[in-house]
Each structure stands twice: as structure tokens, then as C-alpha cells.
Nanobody, 114 residues
Framework: VQLQASGGGLVQAGGSLRLSCAAS????????MGWYRQAPGRQRELVAD???????TYADSVKGRFTISRDNAKNTVYLQMNSLKPEDTAVYYC?????????WGQGTLVTVSS
């Protein structure tokens, strides 16, 4: 499975960004798709996750501001990020678990200036 993420960039606090991640390869095995992030000096953390059926999970810190969605026909997961805060600055990774192994995209940098 290969994951190609895009959409990061520099935005002012209060602004919005939309991340995309397209999966290719053995995509028939994919159920959950998720976004994680890692800020400098911090551990990687779950931001949001979505099942193939559309059930979602969010970190408390992003609830009400971020929305995860997916297009199963395009094997793509999205992360709409609104009301961005400087503390959202991080490298964002898309990820899928398949048969006990977690695949990661290359990461896309999101920088929120105050």
C-alpha cells in the first residue's frame, strides 16, 4: 500500500487547510484510514480516524474544528481543518492499518502562524 499526502502549507491562525491522502496498491484490504500528526519534540498522535462505513473518531483537541472524510471510490481520505491554531503546527501523516501492520504516508507540513 502506498499513501500520497498533499495539502499542507502555511496559514494564519483562524484559517483553514484541507489535506488529502490517496491510497494505491492493495487497497482492497483497507478499512480504517486516519490522520496523525507530530509536532517538534512531541510524540506522534492520532488526529482523526474514519472507517470504511464512515464512523469517525477525533482527538479532543480538534473536535469541532477538523472534519475527516473519505471517498471510497477514489481511495482517498481528507482532513478539513478549520479555525487553525498555532498548536496545530505539525507534520501530518495519513495512515492505514492492514493485517497488523500500519502503513504511513510521507507526511505534509502544516504551519499555523499567530
Amino acid at each position: 500500500v502506498q499513501l500520497q499526502a498533499s495539502g499542507g502549507g502555511l496559514v494564519q491562525a483562524g484559517g483553514s487547510l484541507r489535506l488529502s491522502c490517496a491510497a494505491s496498491g492493495s487497497i482492497f484490504s483497507i478499512n480504517n484510514m486516519g490522520w496523525y500528526r507530530q509536532a517538534p519534540g512531541r510524540q506522534r498522535e492520532l488526529v482523526a480516524d474514519i472507517t470504511k462505513g464512515g464512523s469517525t473518531t477525533y482527538a479532543d483537541s480538534v473536535k469541532g474544528r477538523f472534519t475527516i472524510s473519505r471517498d471510497n471510490a477514489k481511495n482517498t481520505v481528507y482532513l478539513q481543518m478549520n479555525s487553525l491554531k498555532p498548536e496545530d503546527t505539525a507534520v501530518y501523516y495519513c495512515s492505514v492499518p492492514i493485517r497488523g501492520f500500519r502503513y504511513w504516508g510521507q507526511g505534509t507540513l502544516v504551519t499555523v502562524s499567530s
